[in-house]
């Protein structure tokens, strides 16, 4: 069944469609939908910020509507009434959003950072694979093994470590490429 306005040549007023609405004539719905979408989305977007919440939300109104509407015609205006709702459900929605990051975080706090305690066997794998690159290190020309040590032992980048030792910078990638990649030839059979 579809809407007729009062006047055949007339828009209908919101206060007529908002009747037919709560008649459950659903072009009266499209129409409101068509009228004020795009007030209730802009109004929704500029508090959440984010276009699929606000999208989101456009629809939960406009559905509130449909469902049990606390509007009425003599208090004020529908659109009024769609700004001051979607407001409201927008804030909450960002205070529900706040109170989830903080669970989260509460969570996250309780939760242990320490990994589990290595076995017996695992400490003698990590000691022997540990010895075998340190020797593989010792191993290397001089000049890679610097900027390795300076690298993996002290964290500097390459520019830090071009610096230091007063190289150019291109000598310093080239150098640790070198000798990351004759260390893992050396180390071939424990990378496997």
């Not at 795009?38 to 910020?49: C, D, G, K, N, T």
């Not at 993996?152 to 080239?174: F, N």
């Amino acid at each position: 069944m579809d809407f007729k306005p009062s006047h055949p040549l007339s828009m209908p007023t919101d206060a007529e469609l908002f009747q037919a609405m709560q008649a459950k004539q659903h072009s009266a719905l499209a129409a409101l939908y068509d009228r004020y979408a795009s007030l209730v989305y802009r109004v929704a977007l500029r508090i959440l910020i984010n276009p699929q919440e606000a999208e989101d939300l456009t629809q939960e109104i406009f559905l509130k509507l449909w469902r049990s509407s606390t509007y009425d015609v003599n208090r004020g205006s529908l659109s009024s009434f769609l700004t001051t709702l979607t407001r409201s459900r927008a804030i909450d929605k960002l205070r529900s959003r706040s109170s989830n990051l903080k669970s989260l975080q509460r969570w996250g706090n309780t939760m242990t950072t320490q990994p589990p305690p290595i076995s017996p066997f695992e400490a003698a794998s990590i000691h022997q694979r540990s010895e075998h690159v340190r020797e593989a290190l010792a191993n290397l020309p001089e000049k890679y093994r610097q900027i390795l040590e300076l690298a993996y032992y002290e964290g500097l980048s390459q520019s830090e470590i071009a610096a230091r030792l007063d190289i150019p910078l291109g000598t310093v990638k080239s150098w640790s490429r070198q000798g990351l990649l004759t260390l893992r030839k050396t180390l071939q059979t424990w990378i496997e």
